[in-house]
């Protein structure tokens, strides 16, 4: 069972594009959503991560929204840049109890 | 340089033989993990260790096997029972012993089987 559903699998933007990465998630227990960026060939990197008590989080071009109600959360990326093309994990865990469940990734290709 | 060092960066191996990946780490974390990663699959937790000495299974860990015998090394022997075992695999690591700190992520290890 997918505990965390992530779309779409695979984006291109023009540069200068806001593209937009969603997940869903069905565990009501889980309190931490970061995303995490892999350039081809590297591990992930953790990019932006966000908890159930706030609706947005900012850092840099990147922003994650977050909606408790609907089980969803998104990762914004402002005037996207060829640089940005990686693929692109969301993830969610409970506090201490479970290690990190990752989505299935998005490729994303920022073409200039 | 603190970081999370895999080893090798590519391996081969024949049908039924068993092949063990390195991972070191000298950020004197607690947490560390194996994963593994398929296109289109995500990344899939195979085992981890929160202390020396102690290990749990993650979502994929039969035909895997891990040891812990020492705070900054965690190595992943693939066995002949992996039915499917060429994939990329990462290691990583995390300050505390929960789970959600930042993970620092080797550069992985690609395993084919031939």
């Known amino acids: 069972q997918q505990q965390v559903k992530q779309s779409p699998q695979s984006l291109i933007v023009q540069k200068g594009g806001i593209p937009i990465i969603n997940c869903a998630y069905e565990?009501?227990?889980?309190?931490?959503f970061p995303w995490y960026q892999q350039f081809p060939g590297k591990g992930p990197a953790l990019l932006i991560a966000?908890?159930?008590?706030?609706s947005e989080k900012k850092e840099g071009r990147f922003t994650i929204s977050f909606n408790k109600s609907a089980k969803q959360f998104s990762l914004h990326i402002m005037d996207s840049q060829p640089g940005d093309s990686a693929t692109y994990f969301c993830a969610a865990s409970t506090s201490g109890n479970t290690p990190l469940v990752f989505g299935k990734g998005t490729r994303l290709s920022v073409i200039a | 340089d603190g970081g999370i060092t895999q080893s090798p960066k590519y391996l081969f191996r024949k049908e039924g033989q068993n092949v063990t990946l390195s991972c070191e780490q000298n950020l004197n974390h607690d947490a560390m993990y194996w994963y593994r990663q398929d296109p289109g699959q995500g990344l899939r937790l195979i085992y981890y260790s929160q202390i020396v000495n102690d290990f749990q299974k993650g979502d994929i860990a039969e035909g895997y096997s891990v040891s812990r015998e020492k705070k900054e090394s965690f190595p992943l022997t693939v066995t002949s029972a992996q039915k499917n075992p060429t994939a990329f695999y990462l290691c990583a690591s995390s300050r505390g012993r929960g789970h959600t700190g930042e993970l620092f992520f080797g550069e992985g290890s690609r395993l084919t089987v031939l």
């Open positions: 565990n009501t227990a889980f309190d931490y």
């Open positions: 966000i908890r159930p008590d706030v």
